[in-house]
């Protein structure tokens, strides 16, 4: 898991290269799940958004339409589970095998401080 304070320049160029943030997008934190750590299937996320991207398509969840925010720590040979809940639509699962309980408080923070969301994050 990256912070936007450590990311690796590879991933900051296939962010840039291919658009996955807006203009007004603050990136918040990033795990690279490609078998090449290339960028290509990656957890983003913004101040804004959630999302999945696995090239070429990226699934979106709004922080301001997440009703709640379930996290399992995994063990050592185990990844951490992420499973964000929508009020409508499908909800999203995010694997993260180092440093899952970052990007997990990433995630807590940025939706907290979006001010929308129903109910306060859930342990799984």
Not at 54 to 71: G, K, Q, Y
Request: no cysteine; proline share 4%.
């Amino acid at each position: 898991v990256r912070l936007p304070h450590d990311m690796e320049t590879y991933a900051s160029e296939y962010i840039a290269e291919h658009g996955l943030l807006s203009a007004d997008e603050e990136l918040r934190a990033y795990n690279d799940s490609s078998l090449f750590t290339n960028g290509t299937e990656a957890a983003i996320l913004t101040d804004h958004r959630i999302f999945y991207h696995d090239a070429p398509s990226s699934t979106v969840i709004l922080l301001s339409n997440v009703e709640e925010i379930r996290h399992a720590a995994g063990g050592f040979w185990s990844e951490d589970l992420i499973e964000v809940v929508p009020f409508e639509g499908a909800p999203m699962k995010i694997g993260i095998g180092w440093g899952g309980e970052t990007f997990y408080h990433a995630l807590r923070d940025a939706w907290e401080d979006i001010g929308e969301g129903g109910a306060q994050p859930q342990l799984l």
